[in-house]
């Protein structure tokens, strides 16, 4: 079984941007979580979403949104890039909740310059 | 403030000897997590405990979940180059999930 996949790994861009990033989960996983980790930070949760809805959401600004399609794959957006929002965007799957067992992604890597 | 505090938060030994990794959190969790990750790749989950006081073993790793469901521990057993990483401990609680502030490990050669 294929994991969690993330594209693309790594990006570049300037203040003021927009940003997608996709993932698509693991076969038979309806629940994907989105996490941002910075070294200061740690492991952050954005969004999680289930059946194409919304499930739960982090404390993070409105500039950072997300979708989930109907076979699963879900993408984030961030708008109006700030130079804080370079970090590692990590994508987790889960069978139907995210406090079950998590699978991740490796990741894409954004940079914000 | 982070539900689930992990210690040490940075650990540096020699190949060969043994440590221990603490996660705990003043709150009940349905399960717990511990995940290893390497630079820049994801988490990869290594076990998971659902029972209170449940003891789990991979090879030379040791988990143990707290009797009261609140903390649990990761013990390595004679450390290898390949266990250096960092280690992160998740608990699920409903529909959250919330991950421990982590431990970065170095295991020298």
């Known amino acids: 079984k294929a994991g969690v996949t993330q594209t693309p790994r790594y990006l570049i861009k300037t203040r003021g941007q927009q940003v997608t990033l996709s993932c698509s989960p693991i076969s038979g996983h309806r629940s994907v979580s989105w996490y941002q980790q910075t070294p200061g930070q740690g492991l952050q949760f954005l969004f999680e979403?289930?059946?194409?809805?919304?499930?739960n959401k982090g404390n993070f600004p409105g500039r950072f949104s997300g979708r989930q399609f109907s076979n699963s794959r879900s993408e984030m957006n961030v708008s109006t890039l700030e130079l804080g929002d370079s970090a590692l965007y990590l994508c987790?799957?889960?069978?139907?909740?995210?406090?079950?067992?998590?699978?991740f992604g490796p990741g894409t890597r954004l940079t914000v310059l | 403030t982070q539900l689930l505090e992990q210690s040490p938060q940075f650990l540096s030994i020699q190949e060969g000897e043994n440590l221990t990794v603490y996660c705990n959190s003043s709150s009940v969790f349905s399960s717990l997590q511990w995940y290893r990750q390497e630079p820049g790749e994801g988490p990869v989950l290594l076990v998971t405990v659902v029972t209170g006081g449940e003891v789990k073993k991979l090879k030379r790793l040791t988990f143990q979940f707290g009797d009261a469901r609140k903390d649990s521990s990761l013990h390595i057993t004679a450390a290898q180059p390949g266990d250096t990483g960092l280690y992160l401990c998740?608990?699920?609680?409903?529909?959250?999930?919330?991950f421990g502030t982590g431990t970065s490990l170095t295991v020298i050669p």
């Open positions: 998740a608990g699920g609680r409903g529909n959250q999930f919330y």
């Open positions: 979403y289930f059946s194409e809805t919304q499930r």
């Open positions: 987790a799957s889960s069978l139907d909740r995210p406090s079950g067992e998590q699978f």
